[in-house]
């Protein structure tokens, strides 16, 4: 079955730790994106990446860090410069097929819970 | 940049009907999602709207209007399971392709 996974589904981290989360897609997707939501919060985009070896950063990637190395696997990296990473992190991804209006559906992983103590 | 918005929370009854509004500005609208998400799992899709109109899909239907800047997620014969966090988001023929620009999602309880 083709489809997102991310890992852990929860992971605590002392402070001043950096912690990376998994994120692997089968869907051959060529975009990826990483979200953050906070309780009662929409999503907010950290990084996406739209080809291999290409990221860019989204609203609010200060303390953060991605990379690409492979179609396939777009992990993030919480560095300890974050100053409030206790969130719900989504990872998703997307054809970037038609440029007139496509239909570019995302789908998302289930999600890594993160909790600094 | 984009700006959407829709209410925080709503609360409906089993059965009812209830109809959740989105309104946006963004400089170059390409198309408006609906996902659903329960509490701690990721956000399904529900709908897609590019045009103006109403999209159906069993219990639920999407409407657009770009003139506007309106949607509506409207949930019929709401079942205790349609309790979820329902998220509006927008695609911007000017910003990266694929990417979408989220509102803060509209908390729906429903009551036996």
């Known amino acids: 079955d083709g489809g997102i996974t991310q890992s852990p589904k929860y992971l605590f981290r002392k402070e001043g730790q950096n912690v990376t989360l998994s994120c692997e897609q089968n869907l051959n997707h060529d975009a990826m994106y990483w979200y953050r939501q906070d309780p009662g919060q929409g999503l907010r985009l950290i990084y996406y990446s739209q080809i291999v070896n290409d990221f860019q950063k989204g609203d609010i990637a200060e303390g953060y860090s991605v990379s690409r190395e492979k179609k396939e696997s777009f992990p993030l990296t919480v560095t300890s410069a974050q100053k409030n990473p206790t969130a719900f992190y989504l990872c998703?991804?997307?054809?970037?097929?038609?440029?007139?209006?496509?239909?570019?559906?995302?789908?998302f992983g289930p999600g890594t819970r993160l909790t600094v103590l | 940049g984009q700006n959407i918005d829709q209410p925080t929370e709503m609360t409906a009854t089993e059965g009812a009907i209830v109809q959740i509004n989105c309104t946006y500005q963004t400089s170059g609208f390409n198309g408006l999602f609906w996902y659903q998400q329960h509490a701690g799992e990721a956000p399904t899709f529900l709908s897609y709207?590019?045009?103006?109109g109403l999209e159906e899909k069993g219990r639920f239907s999407s409407f657009l209007s770009r003139s506007k800047g309106y949607s509506y997620l409207l949930l019929k014969e709401l079942q205790m399971k349609d309790s979820a966090s329902y998220l509006c988001?927008?695609?911007?023929?000017?910003?990266?392709?694929?990417?979408?620009?989220f509102g803060r999602g509209t908390q729906l309880t429903v009551w036996p």
């Open positions: 709207n590019v045009l103006d």
């Open positions: 988001a927008v695609t911007d023929r000017g910003s990266t392709l694929g990417r979408l620009y």
């Open positions: 998703a991804s997307t054809t970037t097929g038609d440029l007139a209006g496509a239909y570019n559906e995302q789908f």
